[in-house]
């Protein structure tokens, strides 16, 4: 059973643009300790625990503990997609592509909507924190 260690709060925001009178926003935000906590060792699947959802955008953090996108599955997203590695070790394979991008600590990369690709593997030495910002 997946517990959640975050707190949400709701945030309605005023935006006023001079083509039209103002915009009303909601904007949810998972309030957590640290991006490092609760991290668990071994998970038998990645975890996606959001931490931020406005309109135009969506971050997660994204815990992996040796896990891999299964055999011939692609991701396929509708919205571009910014990683950054915060720990631990992945390789992506993109569809178009022959070699694996290797990501280490402090890797980032920009992934375009409907770049086909897939996480060839993480490392199960520790776990690979990922913060991924879709917009």
Do not use: C
């Amino acid at each position: 059973m997946h517990q959640s260690y975050f707190t949400k709060k709701t945030i309605l925001s005023t935006q006023i643009s001079p083509y039209s009178t103002s915009v009303f926003a909601s904007v949810t935000i998972a309030s957590m300790p640290n991006i490092f906590a609760n991290i668990p060792q071994n998970a038998p699947q990645e975890i996606f625990e959001t931490l931020l959802t406005a309109p135009a955008m969506h971050i997660e953090r994204i815990v992996s503990t040796g896990q891999e996108t299964p055999e011939n599955q692609w991701y396929d997203q509708d919205k571009n997609e910014w990683i950054l590695l915060l720990s631990g070790e992945a390789a992506l394979r993109f569809e178009n592509e022959t070699a694996d991008r290797v990501l280490t600590k402090g890797d980032y990369l920009h992934i375009p909507a409907h770049a086909r690709h897939r996480v060839q593997w993480t490392s199960d030495a520790e776990p690979t924190i990922w913060l991924a910002i879709f917009y």
